[in-house]
């Protein structure tokens, strides 16, 4: 990794991520600390039958899904991830993590409301120990 003014780009300079987030502010926020995290560019989705039919023909280098979408979850994006080996994230307003899938269980999640050291770190974690294979 080369540096830029003498300090070493966020690790998650340049990448491609999706957003799975159905509260419209929250998707705001969360795009532009992706982009402030160095992020090449994000794509934001309302729901899972969105982002799989866009996933279906693009490349992305991560994912940060929010749990639940209104009356349903992420969790048909993440299979989606796992199969085409993309590190992701969950983010979530709830506490428990018993409606989890147990192959999910091991994934960063953050907890709503989360500042941006908080997803930065979750991110990083995900890309440098991929958890779901």
Request: hydrophobic share 45%; net charge negative; glycine share 6%.
């Amino acid at each position: 990794m080369q540096c830029v003014n003498g300090r070493r780009p966020h690790p998650l300079y340049g990448l491609r991520a999706v957003l799975v987030e159905d509260q419209t502010i929250i998707a705001l926020d969360t795009e532009s600390m992706l982009l402030d995290l160095g992020a090449a560019s994000v794509h934001s989705f309302t729901t899972s039958d969105g982002a799989i039919a866009w996933l279906a023909t693009a490349e992305v280098d991560v994912g940060v899904l929010d749990v639940s979408l209104g009356t349903a979850t992420s969790f048909p994006v993440a299979e989606f991830l796992v199969q085409r080996a993309v590190p992701f994230i969950f983010t979530t307003g709830y506490g428990d993590s018993t409606m989890f899938p147990a192959h999910f269980l091991k994934v960063p999640i953050v907890r709503k409301p989360y500042a941006i050291e908080a997803l930065a770190r979750a991110l990083v974690q995900c890309l440098e120990r991929p958890s779901v294979t």
